[in-house]
């Protein structure tokens, strides 16, 4: 048994058992890899089919989506302009109120006075405050000509 030979024919003989063992066992193996294959084609003819019109699709979404964005932007930017313009017409009609007050005063002061002037009495509430020892000679309604 110690011949070379014998040695070299185990040898091969395990070699080659080895070998039909692993093909065996690799023959199941490779047709699932088959089978995945196949699968793994049908998929992406699939993708190449559906995949193209749903990224288009989604690229003329988001083109939509930006437009929308610009038109909302445009519409708030006009909207902050009309409050503007709202907010200084308020600011106008309040000064315009107030000079028509300050006027409207003028005019009802102006008018006082000119009754006043006409009528010829004595403009306003100036009353002199007299003490006892300096009263006036005519108390006021004594002289009745002056009236007339």
Known sequence: ??????????????????????????????????????????????????LPPTLEAIRLTGLEI?????????????????????DQSILKAKRQAQRVQTNARGVVVGMKAAWRALTGRPSGPRRERLSSGNRPANPPGADDTLKH
């Open 1 to 50: 048994m110690s011949s070379p030979i014998f040695w070299l024919g185990m040898s091969l003989f395990l070699v080659s058992a080895s070998l039909a063992a692993v093909l065996v066992a690799a023959v199941p193996a490779l047709q699932e890899l088959a089978r995945a294959a196949r699968s793994a084609e049908k998929l992406f003819d699939t993708l190449a089919r559906d």
């Open 66 to 86: 930006t437009d929308l964005t610009d038109d909302v932007s445009e519409g708030v930017k006009s909207a902050n302009d009309v409050v503007k313009q709202v």
